[in-house]
């Protein structure tokens, strides 16, 4: 009797190691597998539900924030380009989301071939997805994710071959993390401070923004200054003409009508691309000076009006189409001014 309980024991002992041992590796493969099931950002989703929440003051002031402490694209829920992307959801008109969303895309980019780089897809795939809820027509974006797919099936079929167990993977995750974390801290500075020295960026806080206050105070004071000369000297001319006008009444009448200013060519300004692209209108009034032989001298702008990044652009533009424009001779100089507009 004895004799034949001890194999039916044995038998149920195998039995149930070998149960243990299949429920191990069905957990391990269950956990493997809902780490590679985890849903990869999309353009609708890739803005936190806390990021969306907030109103577009506390957006720009984050925001700002995320620009200076060089959180540009990471970490997620907590970054420029998505506080800059909720606030261009929540005011589509706003021309420094755009502006600032547009100088962020090349950094965004950059970090995205990084992350596919080091192996780091759900990286990789969530700037990918912020790319592409800024700009589905970014040309940079069809090749990122081919090049996401490619070597997420590639890394994937190395791991089968080497059959990684669930901690092993669990511990390559975390690194991949704190790599990922590291490499994110160093190139978001790096790229703010290459940025910073390549151009002056339109919607750039804290430091960038003293210097273009700066500049634009140096800026208005020498247009004062210079607008004070040319008050001056037009009203030096307007006294001699008055002069000249008192000395020889009679021939006022005709110099008056030989005055008269009639445009032969007046060709309108090239509209700025940002402010073009950003939705931007504005206007620019410029005073000039018509010569005897109906070409145009002495162009200075008065004054203008639109977003405050694009008046210079305003300004520039209106300043060059008036200079190409064309009059009929006329009998004396006769300074005038146009307004001119920039409409979409």
């Not at 800059?84 to 970090?111: E, F």
């Not at 790319?131 to 970014?138: L, N, R, S, W």
């Amino acid at each position: 009797m004895r004799r034949g309980i001890a194999p039916l024991a044995l038998a149920v002992a195998v039995a149930c190691a070998l149960g243990a041992c299949k429920k191990e590796e069905a957990a391990a493969d269950a956990g493997a597998t809902a780490v590679q099931q985890a849903p990869a950002p999309t353009p609708e989703s890739v803005v936190s539900a806390t990021v969306a929440a907030m109103t577009p003051d506390q957006l720009r002031s984050e925001a700002s924030k995320a620009y200076g402490e060089n959180r540009l694209y990471a970490p997620a829920g907590n970054n420029a380009m998505e506080y800059y992307l909720a606030l261009r959801d929540k005011q589509p008109a706003d021309a420094s989301a755009s502006s600032a969303l547009t100088d962020l895309m090349p950094m965004t980019v950059i970090a995205t071939e990084q992350s596919i780089a080091r192996e780091d897809f759900a990286e990789a795939k969530r700037l990918a997805a912020l790319i592409e809820k800024a700009d589905a027509k970014h040309p940079a974006l069809s090749r990122l994710k081919t090049s996401i797919a490619s070597s997420e099936t590639a890394v994937a079929a190395r791991v089968a071959n080497q059959k990684l167990s669930a901690e092993e993977e669990a511990k390559r995750q975390a690194e991949l993390l704190k790599k990922r974390e590291e490499d994110q801290r160093k190139q978001q500075e790096q790229q703010k401070q290459q940025a910073a020295a390549a151009a002056q960026t339109p919607a750039a806080p804290t430091a960038a923004q003293q210097q273009a206050a700066a500049a634009e105070a140096e800026r208005q004071r020498v247009a004062a200054a210079e607008a004070e000369r040319q008050r001056a000297a037009a009203a030096e001319a307007e006294r001699q003409r008055a002069a000249a006008a008192a000395a020889q009444p009679a021939a006022a009448p005709a110099r008056a009508a030989s005055n008269e200013l009639r445009a032969i060519s007046n060709p309108g300004p090239r509209y700025p691309q940002a402010a073009q692209r950003a939705g931007a209108a504005g206007s620019v009034q410029v005073e000039f000076t018509v010569n005897t032989d109906g070409s145009v001298g002495n162009v200075r702008a008065v004054s203008s009006d639109g977003p405050r990044q694009f008046q210079r652009e305003f300004e520039r533009e209106a300043l060059a189409a008036v200079k190409r424009w064309r009059f009929q001779p006329v009998g004396e100089a006769t300074t005038t001014r146009r307004t001119i507009s920039f409409q979409q």
